[in-house]
C-alpha cells in the first residue's frame, strides 16, 4: 500500500506541528500563511458553521473525506487516489476552498468563496 509519501508529496501531520489542543483557527491560519494543503477526516466540517468558515477565513485549500467508518488503511487508499485531482484542483482552484474526497478516492470543490 502506497502512502503520500510514497507518491512523493510532502506531508506535515497535525501534531507533529502544533498540540493537539491547539485552536483550530491557529493551526489553520498557519496552514493558509504556508500554503499548506489540509486533509481531515473531519465530516463534520459540512454541519458546523464555525468549522467552515474558519477554514474558509484562514486562506487554507482543505480536502475533507466524506466517507465514514473507514479503517486507517482505507483512509490513506482513499487519499493516495484522490492525490492526482487534488493536486490539480490545488492548482487551478484560488484559495481558499474545501473539497472532498470519497472513498473511492474522487475528489471535488464543495464549497470556496466564490460559490459561499
Do not use: Y
Not at 503520500?4 to 485552536?23: C, E, N, S
Not at 483550530?24 to 498557519?30: H, K, T
Not at 504556508?34 to 477526516?41: A, D, H, P, R, S
Request: charged residues 25%; glycine residues 6%.
Amino acid at each position: 500500500m502506497s502512502s503520500l509519501r510514497d507518491l512523493g508529496a510532502t506531508v506535515i501531520a497535525h501534531d507533529d506541528q502544533f498540540a493537539p489542543t491547539t485552536p483550530d483557527e491557529v493551526w489553520l491560519e498557519r496552514c493558509g500563511r504556508e500554503g499548506w494543503i489540509v486533509l481531515t477526516k473531519d465530516r463534520n466540517i459540512r454541519h458546523n458553521i464555525l468549522e467552515r468558515t474558519a477554514l474558509l477565513r484562514s486562506g487554507v485549500r482543505a480536502f475533507v473525506l466524506v466517507s465514514g467508518n473507514l479503517t486507517g488503511a482505507e483512509i490513506i487508499t482513499a487519499f493516495t487516489r484522490a492525490l492526482p485531482r487534488i493536486q490539480k484542483l490545488a492548482v487551478e482552484v484560488p484559495a481558499p476552498f474545501i473539497g472532498k474526497v470519497s472513498r473511492s478516492g474522487s475528489a471535488a470543490v464543495w464549497l470556496s468563496e466564490e460559490l459561499s
